[in-house]
């Protein structure tokens, strides 16, 4: 089974402050895609940051960057100088060549002022 | 980037009846799309994947006959909620590929079923 785990249901950052989102998955394939993704309270799925399991370095995106070990399966998000506008639930998803999406369970993150 | 649109975004229906949640992909073919459920404060769960031409492919304890999709075109899949009861109140989204080598799935802005 293709299984994603967010061990953090909620986490809280200081406006500027740096924070880590924890992943891990569970798979057999060896070609697949990970996935950040942001989803506000409006709901709408936004894109945060992609990463293909065969490429060895790490993506960045801007303040975000994510720590991908592919032997231990772990793909978490690291959000710098965090902003007001990063506060939403992020989901970490796993995506193998032309199947369906899996989602874990979320992250809640609050950034106070 | 692509864009898949959804409508409606909000509908308020009666026990019994059945509503239709359209999901269009507005610039790109998209010959697969998915369709996600989400309750409050939780993960998305994928319910089927459809693909153009061809019926759907049903995850384990989805109902297909209440669930009814219908994916006509590369551009257009529909959800239809049959017979809706107030436990298939939810929040639904699609979502498309266009098998490009990102592998990314498009998200429509999602729909909020309300069954009274």
């Known amino acids: 089974a293709q299984t994603v785990t967010q061990s953090q249901p909620e986490m809280s950052v200081q406006e500027a402050e740096t924070v880590t989102l924890s992943c891990t998955y569970d798979t057999s394939e060896s070609d697949y895609y990970l996935f950040w993704y942001k989803q506000p309270p409006s709901r709408q799925m936004i894109l945060v940051i992609r990463?293909?399991?065969?490429?060895?370095q790490n993506a960045t995106e801007n303040r975000f960057s994510v720590n991908f070990q592919k032997a231990a399966k772990s793909f978490s998000l690291k959000i710098s100088d965090s902003q007001l506008g990063d506060a939403a639930m992020y989901f970490c998803a796993y995506r193998p060549q032309h199947h369906d999406m899996r989602f874990g369970a979320g992250t809640r993150l609050t950034v106070k002022p | 980037g692509a864009v898949v649109s959804q409508h409606p975004s909000r509908v308020i229906c009666k026990s019994g009846t059945s509503v239709k949640i359209e999901c269009r992909s507005l610039d790109f073919q998209a010959t697969t799309m998915f369709w996600y459920r989400q309750f409050p404060k939780k993960s998305l769960m994928l319910m089927a994947t459809s693909n153009e031409g061809s019926k759907a492919t049903y995850e384990q304890g989805v109902e297909k006959d209440k669930f009814l999709i219908n994916h006509a075109s590369l551009t257009l899949s529909t959800l239809t909620v049959t017979s809706a009861h107030p436990e298939d109140s939810s929040f639904y989204i699609c979502?498309?590929?266009?098998?490009?080598?990102?592998?990314?799935?498009?998200f429509g802005e999602g729909s909020r079923l309300t069954v009274l």
């Open positions: 979502s498309a590929t266009d098998r490009g080598a990102t592998g990314e799935l498009f």
């Open positions: 990463q293909e399991a065969y490429k060895q």
